[in-house]
Nanobody, 125 residues
Framework: VQLQASGGGLVQAGGSLRLSCLLS????????MSWFRQAPGKERTFVAA????????FYADSVKGRFTISKDYAKKTVYLQMNSLSPEDTAVYYC???????????????????WGQGTLVTVSS
């Protein structure tokens, strides 16, 4: 399984960005795809998750109502639409994947087996 994150960049506060995570290597039935982020000097934290098959999206409280995670089966891509960005959202964003995760475990970074390389999002004030 390989994950390739892209779409990061520099944006002003209040702006928007869309991150993409391209999936390759196998079929992804029963997988959970997630986004995590790591700000400078801080731990990597959960942002959002989506089940590749079926429904269900999950968000950290800090991004609810501003971020939307989605998927495109044909393109084998997971997206993270980020709106109303603030400087506190500045971080390296990583996509991650794991099969068979239950909802209560989706926010635990140690549960994920596969990680993308990260893409930097910088929000200026």
């Amino acid at each position: 399984v390989q994950l390739q994150a892209s779409g990061g960049g520099l944006v002003q506060a209040g702006g928007s960005l869309r991150l993409s995570c391209l999936l390759s290597g196998r079929t992804f039935n029963n997988y959970v795809m997630s986004w995590f982020r790591q700000a400078p000097g801080k731990e990597r934290t959960f942002v959002a998750a989506i089940r590749w098959s079926g429904g269900g999206t999950f968000y950290a409280d800090s991004v609810k109502g501003r971020f939307t995670i989605s998927k495109d089966y044909a393109k084998k891509t997971v997206y993270l639409q980020m709106n109303s960005l603030s400087p506190e959202d500045t971080a390296v964003y990583y996509c991650a994947a794991r099969s068979g995760l239950i909802a209560s475990m989706m926010s635990r970074r140690d549960e994920y087996h596969y990680w993308g390389q990260g893409t930097l999002v910088t929000v200026s004030s």
